[in-house]
């Protein structure tokens, strides 16, 4: 048998009504903080990527799903939306639209990346975007947009923590300073962060090698090293979040595994999720259109994971409404009734009933078991009787209560309707 690829998922029934949920709950969220939608392609030129996230990134090192098309061209499927929206605001002249330019997305990314519980090779991400607005309030719209998402689905239990990593001013003397710190457990570090070690030691810093890690917690904090622009940025930005009232963490480790992040950088963990913690990872990219060949254009924005969230909302015993079942389910006797039934049905459908029928030629007796089965909330059994006679009766499934009504799929609707209250 030909089983699914290694790190992704069938989003079965009862699962894919959950997540049209979660997906309504974020289009409605948007719309109140003025986020537009936009849908980029899901692959890309590998080029967007190694020059958008960066080519000492795990991302574009380890984990791309990268290949040459038919036509001679190297093409990665999506492993993030960032670089993509960026590309599609360059090439799309977004620009030329009244600033700030606020946009989301709900797409499928793709990593080649070990699978373990919250770890998958596709998975899907709600992400929003804000290009043309180097204030801090930018900053604090997109994280309250993301908990407010959240709080929108009932999720507990959450923690924001935030952090400055510097700007192209203050980044460069940090380095440095990380660069002799590494320099002398050089020997130690894995053979990516040694080529790091040059290239780009902030890197070292989220290297998942327990050994680099290891290394890295004795590491020079970039919240220390700030130059005054970044460090009001980030005092701002704390104060606007404090007249919010948002409860934050300031956690100075938080580099991020991207490298087109300035100043603000944040992640919302949840203790529900076990090792992989963030449910959400955004910050600022202020040189990322600039890198991608735009005009330079601050940018700030988040992604949450959608699997995460599925896992939360598991773990907290979060039902999102109550699963789809048939209003009605019409039984029939004999051919004549068949053919009623299949009438009816479809007359109901079209006045916007979830309406119900046999395909399988049953006995009226296994018609109704599958009724059951199926929690149609009215029955109805259809014979030669009830079509001469143009009555029947409609049963309540749940109460077991009967009432005669005519076969005008009017009067049935009706019925249906009233008991919805
Ligand atoms: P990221 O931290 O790489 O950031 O991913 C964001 C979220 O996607 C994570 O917090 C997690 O919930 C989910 N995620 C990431 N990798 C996986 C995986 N292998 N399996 C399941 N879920 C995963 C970004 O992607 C940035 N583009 C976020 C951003 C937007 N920054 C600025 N704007």
């Not at 093409?75 to 939306?81: A, H, M, N, V, Y």
């Not at 991608?292 to 409404?321: C, D, V, Y």
């Amino acid at each position: 048998m030909i089983k699914k690829p290694r790190g992704t998922e069938d989003v079965l029934p009862g699962q894919s009504e959950i997540r049209r949920l979660i997906e309504q709950t974020a289009h409605e969220v948007c719309r109140r903080y003025g986020y537009k939608e936009i849908r980029t392609p899901v692959f890309e030129d590998t080029a967007l990527f190694s020059r958008g996230v960066g080519d000492t990134t795990d991302v574009v090192q380890k984990e791309m799903y990268t290949f040459e098309d038919k036509g001679g061209r190297s093409i990665t499927l999506r492993p993030e939306g960032t670089a993509s929206l960026a590309r599609s605001y360059i090439e799309n002249s977004l620009y030329a639209n009244p600033q700030p330019t606020k946009l989301y997305y709900l797409i499928s990314c793709y990593r080649y990346e070990k699978p373990q519980s919250g770890r998958l090779r596709e998975f899907h991400q709600f992400g929003t975007e804000c290009y043309g607005a180097d204030d801090p309030a930018a900053d604090s719209e997109v994280i309250t947009l993301a908990l407010d998402f959240l709080k929108a689905l009932g999720v507990k239990g959450l923690t924001l923590n935030i952090n400055s990593i510097g700007c192209p001013e203050c980044k460069p003397a940090y380095n440095e300073k990380l660069r002799n710190y590494f320099a002398e457990r050089a020997d130690e570090l894995c053979g990516t962060c040694r080529d790091r070690l040059e290239k780009n030691p902030m890197r070292i810093l989220d290297c998942k090698s327990p050994v680099c890690h290891e290394i890295a917690q004795g590491a020079p904090k970039m919240l220390d090293h700030l130059c005054d622009d970044c460090r009001e940025h980030f005092e701002k930005l704390k104060s606007y979040l404090d007249a919010l009232g948002v409860e934050y963490t300031v956690d100075p480790d938080i580099v991020r595994g991207l490298d087109y992040y300035t100043k603000t950088v944040f992640e919302i963990t949840s203790d529900d999720l076990g090792a992989q913690s963030a449910v959400c990872g955004g910050g600022r990219y202020n040189g990322l259109i600039e890198e991608l060949g735009g005009k330079p254009t601050p940018g700030i924005g988040f992604a949450l994971g959608i699997e995460r969230i599925m896992m939360i909302l598991k773990s907290q015993g979060i039902s999102l409404g109550e699963p789809e079942t048939p209003d009605i389910f019409i039984a029939a006797i004999g051919e004549k009734a068949d053919m009623a039934a299949q009438k009816l049905v479809y007359s109901l459908r079209a006045l916007g009933a979830h309406a119900e029928r046999d395909l399988c030629l049953r006995s009226v007796k296994a018609q109704m078991k599958y009724a059951n089965k199926l929690n149609a909330k009215f029955s109805i059994v259809l014979g030669d009787d009830e079509i001469d006679s143009g009555r029947a009766a409609i049963k309540n499934m749940s109460t077991g209560e009967t009432l005669e009504c005519g076969l005008e799929p009017g009067e049935i609707f009706d019925i249906i309707k009233q008991s919805e209250g």
